[in-house]
């Protein structure tokens, strides 16, 4: 079976501290995404990459960025975190080519800026 | 348009009974269309999906039905349970123009309470 995993299940966070969500896949997968889900607006997209060290802006990229130094591994990082990126944050990833539509998803960060 | 409507946004159906989610869309590009399922406290995985050059597929109690005239796909629960309690997300594809690579769009999701 595919796992993604995410670093942590709760985090909380002051407004203005550096904020670093990781996320793993173990199965060679080529595509990482990041969502935030917040009730009523469902999922969000980030970021995601399609290659190691390549990343693309997702629809909500404002105060986030990411990094993908290996395969296997996609980081989401809030600079400088504020009230309103608290939320459920979901990693996902997904093969190449035909089967890039299959997305996996991990259990996701809840993630709580005071 | 790159958006997917999803409705309704919340749906309480009764043990036994069929539950329909609808879907729409405007991009004639889409060319996959896929259902997830989230459960509380999980990440949304991928139930059933179908491609446009077919009008339904059924797999157990899921269906998809496709209308590609009318841009419109909905997901039927067949002898709903209890245990299909959780948010659905419907989801579009399409190939973007660089790389060959691959993007869903997604709905807003419904969340769905199945009554014992």
Same mark, same amino acid.
């Given at each position: 079976?595919?796992?993604?995993? +995410?670093?942590?299940?709760?985090?909380?966070?002051? %407004?203005?501290?550096?904020?670093?969500?990781?996320?793993? *896949?173990?199965?060679?997968?080529?595509?990482?995404?990041?969502?935030? +889900?917040?009730?009523?607006?469902?999922?969000?997209? #980030?970021?995601?990459?399609?290659?190691?060290?390549?990343?693309?802006?997702?629809? #909500?990229?404002?105060?986030?960025?990411?990094?993908?130094?290996?395969?296997?591994?996609?980081?989401? #990082?809030?600079?400088?975190?504020? %009230?309103? *990126?608290?939320?459920?944050?979901?990693? =996902?990833?997904?093969?190449?080519?035909?089967? =890039?539509?299959? *997305?996996?998803?991990?259990?996701?960060?809840r993630l709580t800026v005071? | 348009? /790159?958006?997917?409507?999803?409705?309704?946004?919340?749906?309480?159906?009764?043990?036994?009974?069929?539950?329909?989610?609808?879907?729409?869309?405007?991009?004639? @590009?889409? $060319?996959?269309?896929?259902?997830? /399922?989230?459960?509380?406290?999980?990440?949304?995985?991928?139930?059933? @999906?179908?491609?446009? $050059?077919? !009008?339904?597929?059924?797999?157990?109690?899921?269906?998809?039905?496709?209308?590609?005239s009318a841009k419109q796909?909905?997901?039927?629960?067949? $002898? !709903?349970?209890?245990? $299909?309690?959780?948010?659905?997300?419907?989801?579009?594809?399409?190939?973007?123009?660089?790389?060959?690579?691959?993007?869903?769009?997604?709905?807003?999701?419904? !969340?769905? @309470?199945?009554?014992?």
């Amino acid at each position: 079976d595919v796992k993604v995993t +995410q670093s942590s299940r709760y985090l909380v966070k002051r %407004t203005g501290e550096k904020v670093f969500l990781e996320c793993v *896949q173990d199965m060679d997968h080529e595509n990482m995404f990041w969502y935030r +889900q917040d009730p009523g607006l469902g999922l969000r997209l #980030i970021y995601f990459s399609y290659d190691v060290k390549m990343k693309e802006k997702g629809d #909500i990229p404002e105060g986030y960025s990411v990094s993908r130094e290996k395969k296997e591994r996609f980081s989401l #990082i809030l600079e400088s975190a504020s %009230t309103n *990126q608290t939320s459920m944050y979901l990693c =996902a990833s997904s093969p190449g080519n035909a089967g =890039a539509y299959e *997305q996996y998803f991990g259990p996701g960060t809840r993630l709580t800026v005071t | 348009q /790159q958006q997917v409507k999803q409705s309704p946004q919340s749906l309480i159906v009764q043990k036994g009974g069929i539950s329909i989610i609808n879907c729409a869309y405007e991009n004639t @590009a889409f $060319d996959y269309f896929p259902w997830y /399922q989230q459960f509380p406290g999980k990440g949304p995985a991928l139930l059933i @999906a179908i491609r446009p $050059d077919v !009008s339904e597929k059924k797999e157990g109690r899921f269906t998809i039905s496709f209308n590609k005239s009318a841009k419109q796909f909905s997901l039927h629960i067949m $002898d !709903s349970q209890p245990g $299909d309690s959780a948010t659905y997300f419907c989801a579009a594809g399409y190939i973007r123009n660089a790389g060959n690579n691959r993007k869903l769009i997604w709905g807003l999701g419904t !969340s769905l @309470a199945v009554n014992p």
